[in-house]
């Protein structure tokens, strides 16, 4: 949500940002698969001040019966921001904020996994928001497809989520709370690793074209770390199952 001008240098005189990133820096991630016993697929990720778990279960029979597809999978997403996440304590439930980024996300994922393979059924994504910290839809979407790979759901390629905008006047990558708040606009990205589809646009705020495209060029680098890191993720993963300990 960009929230206007503030009071605040959001970029201090060398260029620096307010927890001392470069502008083409990203917050440290980390994800760990299959952190979820009972889901088929899961994962849980850190990014600077987010936590994010991640759940898939399915490919299952598509409830209630009127949502099936009697030629293809439909996709779940179902986004929650717990009510202790943020500072000011958020309302329970579901809202039009979380209906949006879960139209979105599912949307994203419509896009790649291999949905003919199963009609009638459903995959249902569920991820819960425990601590936020701005960008938690790239969050959201970059652990959905841990889990999804997790659980074995056949995909076209893993979807890689990041957002750039702009702070302080300056076009940065992967804004921090203060700069999504004070900042001038927001960019999230997602895309299909594989085939270099984007699979999910957003833009929160105002961007000159040419600062659009810097912005787009700092959110698909950013994507190609995260790729890496949720690679690495996964063959940890499966590093565990061949040692018999998961
Ligand atoms: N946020 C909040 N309360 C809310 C919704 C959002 O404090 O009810 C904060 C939260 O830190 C979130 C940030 O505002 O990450 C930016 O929200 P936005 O809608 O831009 O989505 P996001 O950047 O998380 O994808």
Redesign the pocket.
């Known amino acids: 949500?960009?929230g206007g001008t503030a009071d605040i240098e959001l970029i201090d005189k060398k260029g620096k940002r307010l927890d001392g990133r470069k502008a083409d820096e990203m917050r440290p991630v980390t994800i760990e698969a299959g952190v979820l016993k009972r889901a088929n697929g899961s994962a849980y990720l850190e990014w600077g001040g987010?936590k994010v778990l991640a759940g898939v279960f399915g490919p299952r029979e598509a409830i209630p019966r009127h949502s099936q597809d009697a030629t293809k999978a439909i996709v779940n997403f179902r986004y929650n921001?717990a009510p202790f996440?943020?500072?000011?304590r958020?309302r329970p439930g579901p809202?039009r904020?979380s209906s949006e980024?879960g139209k979105v996300a599912a949307e994203a994922f419509a896009n790649v996994i291999v949905l003919e393979q199963f009609p009638r059924a459903s995959v249902d994504i569920v991820v819960e928001?425990l601590e936020?910290?701005?960008?938690?839809?790239?969050?959201?979407i970059t652990a959905a497809s841990v889990a999804l790979a997790d659980a074995g759901i056949p995909m076209k390629g893993m979807v890689a989520s990041c957002?750039a905008g702009k702070a302080g006047g300056k076009v940065v990558l992967d804004?921090a709370?203060k700069e999504?708040?004070f900042g001038e606009a927001?960019v999230?990205l997602a895309m299909n690793m594989t085939t270099g589809e984007v699979v999910l646009l957003q833009m929160?705020g105002d961007l000159s074209p040419k600062e659009f495209e810097t912005a787009l060029d700092y959110a698909m680098k950013g994507c190609k770390d995260i790729y890496e890191i949720q690679k690495k993720a996964l063959l940890t993963r499966y590093q565990r199952v061949i040692e018999g300990e998961a």
Do not use: E, F, H
């Open positions: 949500m960009m987010n921001m996440s943020v500072d000011d958020k809202d904020r980024i928001i936020a910290a701005a960008g938690t839809r790239c969050a959201a957002a804004l709370q999504d708040n927001d999230p929160d």
